[in-house]
């Protein structure tokens, strides 16, 4: 079955940087919105920014525009996210999610069928 597993999460300063990989498994991603979404204590599960695994066409949200890359490894089946800049208001458990979209990308969790357990990113002020 589909598998989504994240990794590269941790304990960072602000203004430290982190790279963050989900690899897949289990499927074929063609057609799919990549997507990388957080969830802070207390809040509601946040979209950070997406990826289509074939065009490479990306979106992201208005907050993380310039501090955030996504990228995806076909060969590898991997995707990544580079933050850079970290900030406090990081803090928070970071999603890998899968939607299929075919050649446009999603931006809401509801979009989303497959999500990953979560890897937990903390900035220290």
């Known amino acids: 079955q589909v598998q989504l597993v994240e990794s590269g999460g941790g304990l960072v300063q602000a203004g430290g940087s982190l790279r963050l990989s989900c690899a897949t498994s289990g499927g074929t991603f063609s057609g799919y919105s990549m997507g990388w979404f957080r969830q802070a204590p207390g809040k509601e599960r946040e979209f950070v920014v997406t990826?289509?695994?074939?065009?490479?066409?990306?979106n992201y949200a208005d907050s993380m525009k310039g501090r955030f890359t996504i990228s995806r490894d076909i060969a590898k089946n991997l995707v990544y996210l580079q933050m850079n800049s970290l900030k406090p208001e990081d803090t928070a458990v970071y999603y890998c999610?899968?939607?299929?979209?075919?050649?446009?990308?999603?931006?809401?969790?509801?979009?989303?069928?497959?999500w990953g357990q979560g890897t937990q990113v903390t900035v220290s002020s």
């Open positions: 999610a899968a939607g299929f979209s075919g050649w446009s990308t999603k931006t809401r969790a509801n979009e989303y069928h497959y």
């Open positions: 990826i289509n695994w074939n065009s490479g066409r990306t």
